[in-house]
């Protein structure tokens, strides 16, 4: 398989212990690294305000619209430095990511939206027009719906299109940001089936957030886990699986039954992992 | 006919058509705040700006004359040439084109993700900016602006509705104004092309995205900066279509940026936020006010011109705030 602990497989993407400040004061990343493998799914895991959006979007660099920015460490794509690229042109190199929350094109038709992902393409129309049956052939769902305004359509199909747009790119790794959020388990399976699907057949590398733990190790050949900033634990997907302290943080089991939140805290305090 | 239905048509003409050259300023004002959200208080100043810069380029000035001359002690105003009309209004297209580079690089690019009431502010000094520069630049004298539109009433249709009236009643014909009809067309042009550009290009659809969702709209490789010169390069260039309308009415001098005043009633019935709504918006206030002075003003002592476009702003302000045309929001929970 696809692991990173391997290193068999070239790694696309490093990011190598940054740290981002937002305003100017507000500290969110102590020294994150990480690497991801092409064609593989890396998952980054952890909770609320763990730091998984920010890495993600330290990659993309979307952190300038909100006023964060990357004051140590570097982040390297196929051993270039990214750090300074602006988003467009990360999309055109391949790394695209789709947003925490959907963020469609509200009073865009769910095609619109799926032809601004292919912005910043240079090629003919005629392949722009394959891809997009392409996308619609992995979202069926998409197709029936083409022409109504993406505002009005469900919260699965949403994510759906957000997926799709970025697909339209013809990106070579996707930086997805909790997929799952807001949706039911059935469709949250969809979703990840779809990834999983997409990362075996078409080759797209995946760098996935996601709080939901349980779903993500599934689907995920490697996963980090962070914690108020900084990596506290990395390991093939299997192997956090098994892990004790995963199971009973993230995963919800115990041998010794149900633990009360605040012996939780405590534990955590006085255990802190790594580093 | 009879001549008092003869005279209310030709009132609602030719509000309709000052209509028109409201809805042309109130269409620069929409561009901008839908794609970023910014009210642009200099929109009116930016029609005065292109009309001057028109006709300083038309008539071969040389710009910052005063400013050359006192400094360097020369004496010089005047390159000497004359230029034809459509020459000037594609080297003027240029410069607004410019002046949005300026804008978008100087100011607005270090405000991204600021409150809008900060970009609000900025605009406003933005204004004040442009009418300095713009009279350090061309002179604060009145100008006239002769580009080669028709001034006057059109006689045809004087001759043609003379007929209209029933035998053996007074009708003089209509009076419209040639240059209100050429101004019609324009803006119907005009608008025509916003939309076909908007809804069918992939510059026009990017545009939406942006104003839709700017974070989504960097996601996925939009250039926000590009868009921003785009749309303010379009406001600028309607901005140029209004001053010159205006500027062949009135002549080129300081009140002509005042039509953004008009322009804010427009938008509070149309909605801030539609090509369409501006249109429509206009029209009524543009035959409403005309329609309004003819009626009742002459009950009430006359000039409700004045404030009839305000009161019918107010009125939409309490009861449809959104305006006519303005976007629903649309919210999933």
Sequence with gaps: MLDAGQTQQETLLEVNNIEVIYNHVILVLKGVSLKVPKGGITALLGGNGAGKTTTLKAVSNLLHSERGEVTKGSITYRGEDIAERDPAELVKRGVIQVMEGRHCFEHLTVEENLMTGAYTRRDRGSAVGEDLEKVYSYFPRLKERRRSQAGYTSGGEQQMLAVGRALMSKPETILLDEPSMGLAPQLVEEIFGIVKDLNEKEGVTFLLAEQNTNVALRFANYGYILESGRVVMDGPAADLRENPDVKEFYLGMSDEGRKSFREVRSYRRRKRWLS | ?333
């Design chain 2, 1 to 333: 006919m009879s001549a008092a239905f003869l005279n209310t048509l030709e009132v609602m003409a030719n509000g309709l058509m000052a209509g028109v050259l409201y809805a042309l300023v109130a269409l620069g004002f929409v561009l901008i705040y839908k794609a970023s959200g910014i009210f642009n208080y200099a929109q009116g100043v930016m029609a005065l700006f292109a009309a001057l810069t028109l006709v300083g380029i038309m008539e071969g000035q040389v710009p910052f004359s005063h400013l050359i001359n006192a400094v360097l002690g020369t004496d010089v105003h005047h390159f000497g040439w004359h230029l034809p009309a459509l020459v000037g209004i594609v080297l003027t297209i240029a410069i607004m084109v410019l002046f949005a580079w300026f804008v978008q690089q100087v100011i607005f690019k270090h405000l991204v993700g600021q409150e809008p009431i900060i970009l609000f502010m900025a605009t406003i000094g933005l204004a004040y900016f442009m009418e300095g520069f713009g009279d350090m630049m061309w002179g604060s004298d009145i100008k006239t602006l002769n580009v080669g539109l028709p001034q006057g009433g059109s006689f045809a249709i004087e001759d043609i509705t003379r007929t209209w009236a029933a035998e053996g009643e007074r009708y003089y014909g209509m009076y419209i104004d040639n240059l209100d009809m050429i101004a019609t067309m324009v803006a119907a042009v005009l608008v025509g092309a916003l939309v076909l550009f908007s809804q069918y290009t992939k510059q026009g659809r990017a545009m939406r995205a942006v104003a839709d969702d700017h974070q989504a709209a960097l996601s996925v490789g939009i250039n926000l900066n590009f868009i921003w010169v785009l749309v303010w390069s379009l406001a600028g260039f309607v901005a140029l279509v209004a001053g010159i309308m205006w500027g062949a009415k009135s002549g080129v001098q300081f009140s002509l940026s005042l039509i953004a005043l008009k322009a804010l009633p427009v938008l509070m019935l149309g909605g801030f936020t539609s090509i369409p709504g501006a249109i429509v918006g206009g029209l009524i206030i543009g035959v409403g006010e005309k329609l309004f002075e003819f009626w009742i003003g002459p009950l009430v002592g006359g000039a409700t011109e004045n404030w009839f476009a305000y009161v019918l702003a107010l009125l939409f302000l309490v009861f449809r705030p959104q305006g006519l045309f303005g976007e629903k929001i649309i919210e999933r929970v």
